[in-house]
């Protein structure tokens, strides 16, 4: 269970990002620390690869396809 003042911060941040691709990026952390993602461990990737690695972790119940995976 993630604690009240951690969601009221997270949706604050969501709320003043200033433009998508800083949302993205705010979402793309936020799942990387929700599915348990290292940081380190993603850094050393490309953007391109982090983002298919996220998604595949967000979707690996859903029927993947390479159509499906984002596209940079």
Known sequence: MIPQETLEQ????IEKAPTAEALEQLLCLILQERMGLSKIALSK???????????V????????TLDALPTM
């Open 57 to 64: 972790n967000a979707h690996y119940m859903d029927k993947l």
């Open 45 to 55: 990737f490309k953007k391109e690869v982090q983002a298919v690695i996220i998604y």
């Open 10 to 13: 997270t949706f604050k941040e």
